[in-house]
């Protein structure tokens, strides 16, 4: 600083829980710690402030002179800022230097790159990393016929028969295993059809346990219920890693309802009846349901059916007020700016062995001729799935609210939109000719 100039009086710094977003004349700033978010727009002094704040070298760190401190409009941000604790001031007297402000950097990209620089072997090691939860259709044969079979598990995890009369041999998921050995995988996902009747059943639950991965069975109620020897034959031991997911849907049989609940009180195995709910009336039905039946633990699974678009909005949109209150951290914000943190690490194996990272997304290979190394290669370094980011998609990447919304799910597909809020009006992506969810 030049001689002649006289030393500001204070240093303004905005604490690094704060996450400051600008675009164009908008400016948010949101407390990761209290929830709270304040919005400005309009502002040109607030606009200019918070572009220097968040100038590489500043690290959110400026001075502020007695001049610029009695702007109306500063001086109210300065005030705003201090009493939502989001910043505060520091006279320059009581500091030697510019206080240093540490940031947050995500690694993911750093490792990423770094990879790509190693041999062929080690990024094939490496990149097993990321894979952490597997869903595993096992087969597409089921009698029943759900009217949201079709497409349900393309909004949520659920059994389907899309592939009917098809299977995964169980040599075939041996061999998968067998080269996951090492990786980060921890959580399986058994599904159908009706799971009760894939032949290699037991073999594929042992084959988990060995490799010590959590399991997760999914058997529709009114296949649990006509199934009790089935699930006796599989001889299932009381396990922590080992779990039932009894989907639901409308409407219900209540008598095999009943039946289904009292077949997995006997076999003592943890479970949870997860109803997929298309209306207020069915959530108020399994509300009665689960009380009769005294059901415990449940899930809801709002689903969209293209006829339903209100009780949907008032199930999955979000406002301000759900964003304030989901509180995201600042570990959760960094990560949803380069990734997808619901899609990523998880893959999809459909029972006519292809694999996808995301269940809409085309398929990255098929189980009988790829390995499993080469298809999370090409998701990690050529895949859009697993690091979809708001920040890519409209409208959301012209929304300063891009990095607390939740990440991009599958309803986004089910919808043709993007913007599943009540923040931003209707825009459909398509609209401007583009892929809906990712900026090609
Ligand atoms: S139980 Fe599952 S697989 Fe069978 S028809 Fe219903 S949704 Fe489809
Ligand atoms: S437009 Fe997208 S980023 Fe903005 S509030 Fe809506 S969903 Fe969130």
Redesign the pocket.
């Known amino acids: 600083m030049n001689n002649d100039t006289p030393k500001p009086l204070y240093w303004f710094y905005l604490d690094n829980y704060v996450h400051l977003e600008r675009l164009e004349d908008r400016v948010l700033l949101y407390n990761s710690l209290t929830g709270e978010i304040r919005e400005y727009a309009d502002n040109p002094a607030v606009l200019q402030l918070v572009e220097k704040l968040q100038a590489p070298e500043n690290l959110l760190v400026v001075p502020l002179g007695e001049k610029e401190l009695e702007d109306p409009q500063i001086s109210a941000f300065v005030r705003e800022m201090r009493s939502l604790f989001m910043g505060d001031l520091i006279e320059t007297s009581r500091s030697s230097g510019k206080p240093v402000q540490m940031m947050p950097m995500l690694k993911l990209h750093r490792d990423i790159d770094k990879m790509k620089t190693e041999s062929f072997r080690s990024v094939g090691v490496d990149v097993m990393k990321y894979l952490d939860n597997m869903a595993l259709y096992v087969n597409g044969n089921c009698t029943l016929d759900c009217n949201i079979c079709a497409s349900a598990h393309k909004q949520f995890l659920w059994c389907n028969r899309e592939k009917s009369g098809t299977q995964l041999p169980i040599d075939q998921i041996r061999q998968l295993f067998e080269q996951l050995v090492g990786s980060d995988l921890c959580h399986v996902h058994i599904l159908g059809g009706n799971i009760l009747t894939y032949p290699g059943l037991r073999e594929l639950i042992s084959i988990l346990a060995e490799h010590r991965l959590k399991r997760t069975l999914y058997i529709h109620y009114s296949n649990l219920a006509d199934g009790r020897d089935s699930l006796q034959d599989l001889g299932l031991i009381p396990d922590s890693n080992c779990q039932i997911k009894i989907p639901v849907t409308f409407p219900v049989d209540e008598t095999k309802l009943e039946k289904a609940s009292h077949i997995l009180e006997d076999c003592s195995m943890p479970g949870t009846f997860a109803f997929a709910l298309q209306s207020e009336a069915e959530f108020a039905e399994a509300e009665c349901l689960i009380s009769a039946f005294s059901i415990d633990p449940v899930s809801f699974h709002p689903f969209f059916n293209g006829q339903n678009l209100e009780f949907f909005e008032q199930a999955v949109?979000?406002d301000?007020q759900n964003?304030s209150n989901a509180r995201p951290s600042m570990k959760d914000i960094h990560s949803r700016q380069v990734m997808n943190p619901f899609l990523f690490g998880n893959l999809t194996v459909l029972s006519n062995g292809d694999i996808h990272a995301g269940v809409n997304d085309p398929s990255l290979g098929n189980l009988s001729k790829d390995s499993i190394y080469d298809i999370v290669y090409r998701e990690v370094f050529e895949g859009k799935t697993w690091r979809r980011t708001?920040k890519e998609?409209v409208?959301?990447?012209?929304?300063?609210?891009?990095?607390?919304?939740?990440p991009l799910s599958h309803y986004e597909y089910a919808l043709g939109k993007?913007?599943?809020?009540?923040?931003?009006g209707s825009?459909k992506a398509d609209e401007k000719g583009e892929e809906i969810h990712y900026k090609s």
Do not use: E
Request: hydrophobic share 50%.
């Open positions: 949109f979000v301000r964003l708001r998609v409208p959301c990447r012209d929304c300063v609210f891009a990095a607390l919304c939740p993007n913007n599943l809020c009540r923040i931003v825009v």
